[in-house]
């Protein structure tokens, strides 16, 4: 049977921003390399400005942000660039950036780097009747010293994708939608394949080596219209009827390296 392979690598620079394709990228112990090197912190509360409450942050998705420079080495501050609504762009050296994105944002924020401090956001429950505490407010912590929502890689194959279509023809499912690391073809695996690997180790390439931890249960997030993707709450309700609200998987790195697209992976 032919393995599965990485189909497409996707970065994050700046938290609950667009990101960025690429055809290759070095993986370290927190994930991909420059993946969430950015959040906006939200200067009133102190947590985190986080898509994840689209009534405060209504147009997280309307920002893309991108590197300069792509980055080389983890130990460095890289600068990214990011591009508003209307289409003009900052970079984070650029003094009145904060000001700019406050203004924009309509709240005071800072762009920032994680320290070794815990970070909270806040979550908003939909109000679905499928969903537990419904249209209410939560807060939640990043992993120590990191942006991440709960783990450092989120995996999401094309069998998944393949099927939430079948079982929501209406809704327009792309990958995009789901904001993964990595795209992960299998070519004879059909539904909610991910389900079967939590728990497993699997190498990428020739180097990298993740652990599944657990299903990516997914949130509000994955209803909000970003690029042409229209709002669609249907896609939240399916993978809850049909998943237990799950849409891929999370990992943690077992051991660093190099990755690009075509790679092929195996299970240990």
Known sequence: MENPKVVAVWRYPVK???????????????????????????????????????????????????????????????????????????????????????????????????????????????????????????????????????????????????????????SRIEARRFRPNLVVEVPDGEGFIENEWVGKTLRIGKEVRLQIEQPTVRCVMTTLPQGDLPKDTSVLRTAVKQNNGAIGVYAKVLQGGYIQRGDTIEFE
């Not at 939200?42 to 942000?65: E, V």
């Not at 984070?92 to 000001?99: F, I, P, R, Y």
């Open 16 to 170: 609950s921003m667009m990101g960025e394709e690429m055809n290759a990228c070095y993986v370290t112990l927190n994930g991909l390399l420059g993946d969430r090197a950015y959040a906006l912190m939200d200067m009133s509360t102190g947590k985190l400005a986080n898509a994840k409450n689209p009534r405060k942050w209504p147009n997280m998705f309307d920002y893309r942000a991108s590197f300069v420079e792509p980055p080389t080495n983890s130990n460095s501050v890289w600068d990214v660039r990011i591009t508003f609504p209307d289409g003009s762009t900052g970079v984070s050296t650029e003094k009145k950036l904060n000001d700019r994105l406050s203004e924009n944002l309509n709240r005071p924020v800072h762009l920032v780097t994680p320290t070794s401090n815990e970070v909270q956001f806040e979550e908003y429950i939909p109000d679905m009747d499928e969903l537990n505490n419904r249209n209410s407010v939560i807060s939640c912590a990043s992993p120590q010293g990191t942006f991440f929502d709960a783990a450092m890689v989120h995996l999401l194959t094309t069998a998944t994708i393949d099927h939430m279509r079948k079982l929501n023809p209406e």
